[in-house]
Antibody, heavy 121, light 109 residues
């Protein structure tokens, strides 16, 4: 079955760019009916949807992060990525990638295990 | 933007108890409401979508109801593995913001 796995640096310096990749395995990344999303969870806090993209690159971003976020897809590699510019300590969080199912009312039905990113000098 | 408010923020219950969690939307969202369970240290898991449809593989002791602005998640008989944090999420707007509620932590009494 479809599995997702996040990868990327666990430590990023303030003002730099956070870059993560989510690799999709066990299924077709280019099939319709799905979006590919990034979610984050600040330490001890709730969930925040950063944004999502379909396989063709049509994106939606959380308005609170839109000026700093880019989500892109690479269908040849079955992966999608997150770039978050100008990070501060407030961007320290666990970052998850997840599949969004349109038929499940945009429910996130498959998740990666999450990766912790700390912003610190 | 649609705001999602869950209550209570935490509760204590015993194995076998019936547990109800409420989620309210700041405006009408029809039945565009999903529920998740997050166990400590793990990724969230989709439990229910469209307010009341059980995701494949989810035990039938979980149920969801509601429409419009008020929704509930009910666990009919709490099991040890159900002690976790539960989140609601709206998906009403076009495109949807996928805003989550603040979460409800279910703890052992």
């Amino acid at each position: 079955q479809v599995q997702l796995r996040e990868s990327g640096p666990g430590l990023v310096k303030p003002s730099q760019t956070l870059s993560l990749i989510c690799t999709v395995s066990g299924g077709s990344f280019s099939s319709g009916g799905y979006y590919w999303s990034w979610i984050r969870q600040h330490p001890g806090k709730g969930l925040e949807c950063i944004g999502y993209s379909d396989y063709s690159g049509t994106t939606f971003y959380n308005p609170s992060l839109e000026s700093r976020v880019t989500i892109s897809v690479d269908t040849s590699k079955n992966e999608f990525s997150l770039r978050l510019n100008s990070v501060t300590a407030a961007d320290t969080a666990v970052y998850y990638c997840a599949r969004v199912s349109v038929t499940a009312y945009y429910g996130m039905d498959i998740w990666g295990q999450g990766t912790t990113v700390i912003v610190s000098s | 933007d649609i705001q999602m408010t869950q209550s209570p923020s935490s509760l204590s219950a015993s194995v076998g108890d019936r547990v109800t969690i409420t989620c309210r939307a700041s405006r009408h969202i029809n039945n565009f409401l999903n529920w998740y369970q997050q166990q400590p240290g793990k990724a969230p898991k989709l439990l229910i979508y469209a307010a009341s449809t059980l995701q494949s593989g989810v035990p039938s002791r979980f149920s969801g109801s509601g429409s419009g602005t008020s929704f509930t998640l009910t666990i009919s008989s709490l099991q040890p593995e159900d002690f976790a944090t539960y989140y609601c999420q709206e998906s009403y707007t076009t495109p949807p913001n996928l805003t989550f509620g603040g979460g409800t932590k279910v703890e052992i009494k």
